[in-house]
């Protein structure tokens, strides 16, 4: 049973950071592809940062250079550091992993099978 249960979501001002976290049980980062993905309001779901098993990562053009995906193997938890965050930031965010053989890039990252709660990040 897998599970993936986000936290460190909040009320930033813009400019400001925030450090997201996923906690994974049921299924081990080091042999998986992870990444997060948000769902604005009025907007279809967007992936915006994926990590694969050996490490590489990938990104949208709008945040790149801001937010870095990262994960820790030994506590099996993926991590999103957000930076210079800005209004259009506002989301709700979740941390995400395929359950099949599927492209570990920014873009699949709606597709995957599991996926947590989510975590509210409001930029204002």
């Known amino acids: 049973h897998v599970q993936l249960v986000e936290s460190g979501g909040g009320s930033v001002q813009v400019g400001g950071s925030l450090r997201l976290s996923c906690a994974a049980s049921g299924i081990t980062l080091n042999t998986s592809c992870m990444g997060w993905f948000r769902q604005r309001p009025g907007w279809e779901a967007e992936g915006v940062a994926a990590?694969?098993?050996?490490?590489?990562?990938s990104y949208p053009d709008s945040v790149k250079g801001r937010f870095i995906i990262s994960k820790d193997n030994a506590k099996n938890t993926l991590y999103l550091q957000m930076n210079n965050l800005m209004p259009d930031d506002t989301a709700m965010y979740y941390c995400a992993a395929p359950d099949r053989g599927i492209s570990c890039y920014y873009r699949r990252v709606v597709d995957f099978d599991f996926r947590g709660q989510g975590t509210q990040v409001t930029v204002s």
């Open positions: 990590i694969r098993v050996d490490g590489p990562t």
